[in-house]
């Protein structure tokens, strides 16, 4: 019971880490990839839209949301780096900032040009430059997603294989246990019924009126075996 116990806690405890580690490591990293994901998608929604309105207000509404996507984007990204990176991982997230980088520094030259009303020559530069680096970036994120996802399936099989090991453990133990009790019930009796045995076959001379000595003698020194030694020695004398 101790065995099964202990290994029962063990393995409960390597769990919990487990899973606080696959949530802390591997879940909330998708989450926030997710989120830049759409933060990508959003600004160059506002980007286009920039394009589109010469109103200065409307302007400035947009690009103050630019702006915060752009905060909340790196606030994700910091939080990313504040964690345990395998080194596929770093090399997917340098990746994904080498190629931030160029869409900014692209993103940046189309909104001046829109902000300008040059409007036909800021798309023209969003379709031949923004378009294909933000499609980088978003697959970038994508793989980095998809590596964190794949890390948080190979963790919840390390934890379905240590749940089985733990299973068999205990199973064992139980089976273990069952046998050793057996057993000892089995010799525990055998060093009861023994000299009970001799008692009554004794007994049974007696009644028979066979009272011829006979050599007979237990190793148990306790009062059952004393007893069985007294029967034997009182035939003798008979």
Same mark, same amino acid.
């Given at each position: 019971?101790?065995?099964?116990? /202990?290994?029962?806690r063990y393995y409960l405890q390597e769990a919990n880490v487990n899973m606080n580690t696959m949530y802390t490591e591997r879940l909330i990293p998708v989450k926030l990839l997710?989120?830049?994901?759409? /933060? ?9 839209? =920039?394009?589109?309105?010469? !109103? ?5 509404? =947009? #690009? ?13 990204? @910091?939080? #990313?780096?504040?964690?345990?990176? !395998? ?7 340098? @990746?994904? %900032?080498?190629?931030?980088? %160029? ?8 909104? @001046? ?9 800021? /798309? ?26 794949? =890390? ?9 294989? @240590?749940? !089985? ?5 205990? #199973? ?6 069952? =046998? ?6 089995? /010799? ?5 019924? %023994? ?34 030694d007294a029967l034997s020695d009182m035939q003798g004398s008979l």
């Amino acid at each position: 019971l101790c065995i099964t116990g /202990y290994t029962g806690r063990y393995y409960l405890q390597e769990a919990n880490v487990n899973m606080n580690t696959m949530y802390t490591e591997r879940l909330i990293p998708v989450k926030l990839l997710n989120e830049n994901r759409s /933060y990508i998608n959003r600004v160059n929604a506002a980007t286009l839209e =920039l394009m589109l309105t010469t !109103d200065n207000k409307k302007n400035q509404e =947009l #690009i103050q949301m630019i702006d915060s996507r752009v905060t909340m984007f790196n606030n994700n990204i @910091a939080e #990313i780096e504040k964690h345990y990176i !395998d080194p596929q991982g770093k090399e997917l997230l340098n @990746a994904t %900032k080498a190629s931030l980088v %160029k869409y900014r520094e692209a993103r940046g030259r189309v909104i @001046a040009l829109a902000l300008e009303n040059k409007n036909a020559e800021a /798309y023209s530069l969003y379709v031949t430059n923004v378009d294909a680096v933000a499609n980088e970036v978003t697959d970038n994120l994508r793989k980095l997603s998809d590596h964190y996802a794949k =890390l948080s399936e190979k963790m919840n099989v390390e934890n379905q294989a @240590a749940f !089985d090991k733990a299973t068999k453990i205990n #199973i064992s133990t139980i089976v273990l246990s069952l =046998l050793i009790l057996l057993g000892s019930g089995f /010799y525990i009796t055998r060093i009861i019924t %023994k000299p009970l045995n001799l008692m009554v076959s004794i007994c049974n001379e007696f009644a028979s009126g066979d009272f011829r000595e006979k050599t007979r003698r237990l190793l148990r020194k306790d009062e059952i075996g004393q007893l069985a030694d007294a029967l034997s020695d009182m035939q003798g004398s008979l």
